[in-house]
């Protein structure tokens, strides 16, 4: 059993419609209540900056600052884990703009975002993901590349890399360069970072399959069958990665042509897609009705949250937004006594704390009202 990780203690400073806030958390699953724009999702959102990235709803920096404030934010954790209290502060000053947020743990400065990935792992669902299955594949990369940085914290790292070396040769397409060894040089990075990403793809999607096949057959949360479209995801499957990696080298020098008349890269991991189809059905998820594709998609976060667990010795603390919307009564409850086999921290948010009543005496209930957060009277 993973050793259980969860927030005790947020402070909020100038972060959306918060000025100052200061909540007090227990281990279990937490619930905000609310009316629409009240903050629910805000402060969502906030615990999301505690894993890197730029959260939930990757927002510009300058949009997540409060209206009115002196144009940085803040926000402050302390996390009760299996190696004792940690603190992680993260934020942008003002003056820092776009510049990126820094990250602090226990008053030292962070060489990266990702060094928050020791301390816990943060996964979240929201509404703008009901729409995953049907909507551009590139939500579904980055769904992936999400599941793939919990269990792998060298992912993002390896997506920046991979980027960065894309961005250079696309540049170097549209400038009609003809500088061969230029191209080499990018073009084998590109095919070292691209193969660790399409394998480090491929190993997630065996190991939360393998996860989701311990889901019960007739379950409340349908089996997903997961798999992954993109020549390297396939081919790393059954060759050698150094095998595979010369192979893509080559197919990018030989697409030079191709991709100047394009004006960019069109073969490689930033083209890949996740698939997955409703096994009990036999169907491609994006045929499936909204509830059927949003109780997919549970089954396969939660199943994902136990993997995490246990792969990483920590509970993932989750973000689920709105999640009573979409899941009849039998489905939530499914969705209750899961997690508190899972034994993780989960915030879950909702118009209508009614929603959640099953919870009392389980949960503890916070009432969101306009830049203030306190007990729900009556939970
Ligand atoms: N940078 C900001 N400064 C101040 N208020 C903001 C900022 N960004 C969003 N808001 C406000 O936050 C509210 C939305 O909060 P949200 O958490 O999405 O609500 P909900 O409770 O419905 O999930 C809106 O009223 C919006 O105006
Ligand atoms: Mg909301």
Request: a negative charge.
């Amino acid at each position: 059993m993973p050793e259980q990780t969860h927030i005790s203690k947020l402070t909020l400073t100038n972060f959306r419609n918060y000025a100052a806030l200061a909540i007090d958390l227990g281990p279990g699953p937490v619930v905000f209540s609310g009316d629409n724009g009240a903050g629910k999702t805000n402060l969502l959102e906030a615990i999301s900056f505690l894993t890197p990235g730029r959260g939930l709803r990757r927002a510009p920096y300058g949009d997540v600052a409060r209206e009115g404030g002196d144009g940085g934010f803040a926000l402050h954790a302390r996390l009760d884990g299996p190696d004792g209290q940690v603190e992680i502060g993260t934020g942008i000053s003002g003056a820092d703009g776009e510049a990126g947020r820094r990250v602090r743990i226990n008053g030292a400065t962070a060489r990266s975002a990702e060094d928050m990935l020791e301390w816990l792992r943060v996964v979240w669902l929201t509404p703008a993901m009901d729409a995953l299955f049907t909507g551009p594949a590139g939500d579904r990369r980055r769904f992936l590349d999400r599941l793939v940085l919990a269990i792998d914290p060298g992912h993002g790292q390896r997506a920046i890399d991979y980027e960065k070396a894309m961005r250079g040769r696309n540049r170097l397409l549209t400038e009609g360069s003809r500088d061969i060894s230029w191209f080499e040089a990018i073009e084998t990075q590109m095919a070292e970072t691209g193969v660790a990403i399409a394998a480090a793809r491929a190993e997630l999607v065996r190991l939360l399959a393998a996860m989701i096949d311990r889901l019960p057959d007739t379950g409340p949360f349908p089996q997903a069958d997961i798999g992954l479209s993109g020549d390297l995801e396939t081919e790393i499957a059954s060759a050698p990665a150094v095998d595979v990696e010369e192979r893509f080298r080559r197919a990018l020098a030989d697409g030079r042509d191709r991709d100047r008349a394009a004006g960019r890269t069109l073969e490689g991991p930033h083209r890949s897609d996740l698939l997955v189809r409703h096994r009990p059905k036999a169907m491609p998820a994006e045929l499936c009705s909204t509830g059927e594709q949003k109780a997919l998609l549970v089954g396969i976060v939660l199943s994902h949250a136990r993997l995490t667990g246990e792969m990483s010795g920590m509970t993932p603390i989750l973000l689920l937004d709105e999640i009573a919307a979409h899941l009849d009564g039998g489905r939530r409850a499914a969705l209750f006594s899961i997690l508190e086999e899972l034994n993780c921290q989960a915030f879950m948010t909702g118009t209508d704390a009614a929603l959640f009543s099953s919870l009392k005496g389980r949960a503890q209930f916070l009432t969101v009202d306009h830049g203030t957060v306190g007990p729900t009277e009556d939970a």
